[in-house]
């Protein structure tokens, strides 16, 4: 229960989270972003319905997250992946996430959005 209270608990400054739903109405992908203390940074993340990755779904999420991000000011997203995920780095280079590092065995990425 608290995982799920923690999902919904935005407060559209810090933390916000975007369901996809498709024609149905049903769920197919949550975006959300939880920003730094200081608002420097915000750290992205996205879950996709196993039948709708790779069609567009994630990557309409994260770009739907720019805009709220940037009428606050936060200046930068970050993103932590497995290393060996290549089809969400893909979408994140495709989307303009560069600054590659590796910290704790997670590949991180970053995208200005001033």
């Not at 969400?88 to 590949?107: K, N």
């Amino acid at each position: 229960m608290l995982f799920r209270s923690y999902l919904v608990d935005v407060d559209y400054r810090q933390r916000l989270a975007l369901i996809g739903l498709d024609a149905e109405g049903d769920s197919i992908g949550l975006a959300r972003y939880e920003g730094a203390t200081d608002l420097l940074s915000a750290e992205i993340a996205i879950v996709v319905a196993p039948e709708r990755r790779r069609i567009g779904v994630g990557g309409h999420l994260i770009v739907a997250l720019e805009p709220p991000a940037k009428s606050i000011g936060i200046p930068r997203f970050v993103a932590g992946y497995q290393p060996d995920n290549r089809p969400i780095a893909d979408l994140l280079s495709e989307l303009g996430y560069g600054d590659r590092w590796l910290e704790d065995g997670l590949m991180w990425v970053a995208k200005s959005l001033l």
